[in-house]
T-cell receptor
Framework: DTGVSQDPRHKITKRGQNVTFRCDPISEHNRLYWYRQTLGQGPEFLTYFQNEAQLEKSRLLSDRFSAERPKGSFSTLEIQRTEQGDSAMYLC??????????FGPGTRLTVL | EDQVTQSPEALRLQEGESSSLNCSYTVSGLRGLFWYRQDPGKGPEFLFTLYSAGEEKEKERLKATLTKKESFLHITAPKPEDSATYLCAVRYNTDKLIFGTGTRLQVFP
């Protein structure tokens, strides 16, 4: 299977802890996107990369959130000092240039 | 500032009962309208991209159409396995997608 993969699939953490998620895009896709989805809502854009460059960040992305894509391959999304409001599904997508975005299975975060 | 509105929020159909889902948008300079299917607990699955008014795309029992202000996803003779949430998204000034809240479709045998 050569689709987008995300790890872990589920994460339970206590408030105040740091968490990090990983996304491996479809090979040769140069664009990688992060979205967040809460129950009953559509995915909400967080940030995206073209190769290793972070081109856009949502105003919703507080300074507790940071994303990287070293070497333009996999990406990590870190949330520091987690809050209960961070509980959501974190989705990663990739695309070849500006074409369709293909999503991974997501990482479900629960903050207790 | 709702830019993408989907209706209805939920739809219950009998197997074989055709219907349409609506996605209306208010952005200008549309650079693509996308339909995705999402099963519970999974990531969205890409279905269609539409770029210009009058364009249509088909896949099995699904057909997507686009006008200047809205898109329709027509479902012909649905089956229970078509049950899912259908998401609409638009791309306009950057490469990010702006999603609607989706239509939850349930098809009963």
């Amino acid at each position: 299977d050569t689709g987008v993969s995300q790890d872990p699939r589920h994460k339970i953490t206590k408030r105040g802890q740091n968490v990090t998620f990983r996304c491996d895009p479809i090979s040769e896709h140069n664009r990688l996107y992060w979205y967040r989805q809460t129950l009953g809502q559509g995915p909400e854009f967080l940030t995206y990369f073209q190769n290793e460059a972070q081109l856009e960040k949502s105003r919703l992305l507080s300074d507790r959130f940071s994303a990287e894509r070293p070497k333009g391959s996999f990406s990590t999304l870190e949330i520091q000092r987690t809050e209960q409001g961070d509980s959501a599904m974190y989705l990663c997508a990739s695309s070849h240039r500006k074409n369709e975005q293909f999503f991974g299975p997501g990482t479900r975060l629960t903050v207790l | 500032e709702d830019q993408v509105t989907q209706s209805p929020e939920a739809l219950r159909l009998q197997e074989g009962e055709s219907s349409s889902l609506n996605c209306s948008y208010t952005v200008s300079g549309l650079r693509g309208l996308f339909w995705y299917r999402q099963d519970p607990g999974k990531g969205p699955e890409f279905l269609f991209t539409l770029y210009s008014a009058g364009e249509e795309k088909e896949k099995e029992r699904l057909k997507a159409t686009l006008t200047k202000k809205e898109s329709f996803l027509h479902i012909t003779a649905p089956k229970p396995e078509d049950s899912a949430t259908y998401l609409c998204a638009v791309r306009y000034n950057t490469d990010k997608l702006i999603f609607g809240t989706g239509t939850r479709l349930q098809v009963f045998p």
